[in-house]
């Protein structure tokens, strides 16, 4: 069996510091069973504070390593600016001396030509020539579907200056409440139609509906019914702790479910001048984040509108600046609102 190094952590380090077969050129991609793999240089200990969680909290490794993954995406995302999401964790592959064995996890980031690689259960050691036992690093299929549609649908009433309004009536140009700056002008509105057919080549595009009264928000009138990337404001049960959490990590099946891919479905999103909270059907939710989502999953006609609204953007979607609260996954949400 396995012997697992031992876990002191979550730790990052740069494809670039490492090599293949004595090739510091080499790419992920090179990467095959019986190769040899090295690193040298410095590597990037994550706050350990960050990466605990209470015993018992994760059954095996491979929760852990996910855990993980998660919470460097949201270190990165600090460090560049603008949210990570949608991030495949799948991509590993296992290293050995003949004795430990070491899995480390590619983070690839947008706009990069290198990912960053991450190692959840402690770091091998640098400038020694490992095996490569296990190569898993091939793009899953989400990559071949539109991802990160963040988006309301419609019959969706967003809260105005005026009182609630369809979010399909909205145009560029209203205002809308916000949670912490008041009313904010709409920049740009864009809308995507998915139709049977590519909800049948990807079911997971299918929208997630919140039931009124779900995350125990008091002015929540009526269901509401989002894309599975869009992201909720969470409290923690002091009310001090606020974060993000995808439409899609929330799910329990009672008072947070999935959609059936039944019908054809229409998105819309809402972008103001930053990220902000917006009052849907009384939830507190996201603004469209184009970090958030793949902009060439955009309809053409849409994305220009966008660039000529926004044309920084077109130098990469971390110029549109932060998230207006911290990105967290479903399994953290839960120890904050617990808490």
């Known amino acids: 069996m396995n012997r697992w190094a031992g876990r ?35 590597a990037v200990d994550l706050d350990p504070a960050e990466t605990f969680l209470p015993e018992g909290a994760f059954s095996d490794a491979e929760a852990h390593r996910r855990h993980s993954v998660s919470v460097a995406c ?26 430990r064995v070491w899995v480390a996890t590619l983070i690839d980031l947008p706009g990069r030509d290198q990912p960053v690689l991450m190692f959840s259960a402690g770091l091998p050691p640098a400038g020694l020539s490992l095996f490569v036992a296990r190569v898993d690093i091939a793009a899953t299929l989400v990559s071949a579907q539109p991802a990160g549609v963040v988006c309301f649908t419609p019959g969706t009433r967003i809260g105005t200056p005026g009182g ?18 008041g009313a904010r002008e709409i920049v740009w509105i864009g809308a995507r139609h998915i139709g049977m057919q590519e909800l049948g080549d990807a ?21 509401l019914i989002v894309s ?3 992201a909720m404001l969470v409290r923690g049960r002091d009310g001090d702790s606020e974060v993000l959490v995808s439409a899609r990590d929330l799910v329990d099946g009672k008072r947070v479910l999935r959609e059936p891919a039944a019908q054809p479905i229409t998105y819309i999103h809402l972008m103001l001048e930053s990220h902000h909270l917006l009052f849907a059907n009384g939830f507190e939710t996201e603004s469209f984040h184009p970090a958030s989502a793949r902009l060439d999953a955009v309809p053409e006609r849409e994305r220009l509108r966008l660039y000529d609204v926004m044309p ?28």
């Open 312 to 339: 920084e953007l077109r130098s990469g979607a971390e110029m549109y600046g932060p998230p207006v609260r911290p990105m967290v996954s479903g399994a953290e949400a839960a120890l904050i609102a617990a808490a």
């Open 164 to 181: 609630l309004r369809p979010v399909e009536h909205l145009a560029a140009g209203d205002r809308v409440m916000t949670a912490d700056a």
């Open 228 to 230: 599975p990337d869009h």
């Open 203 to 223: 079911p997971d595009l299918a929208p997630v509906r919140l039931r009124q009264g779900a995350l125990e928000t008091e002015g929540s009138d009526g269901d």
């Open 8 to 42: 002191s952590g979550a730790t990052l380090i740069s494809w670039a510091q490492t090599a293949i077969d004595g090739d510091a050129t080499a790419g992920p991609e090179a990467l095959s069973t019986a190769s040899t793999w090295r690193w040298q240089g410095q």
């Open 74 to 99: 949201r270190v990165i995302g600090r460090a560049l600016g603008y949210a990570l999401t949608g991030i495949d964790a799948n991509r590993v592959f296992s290293i050995t001396d003949g004795h």
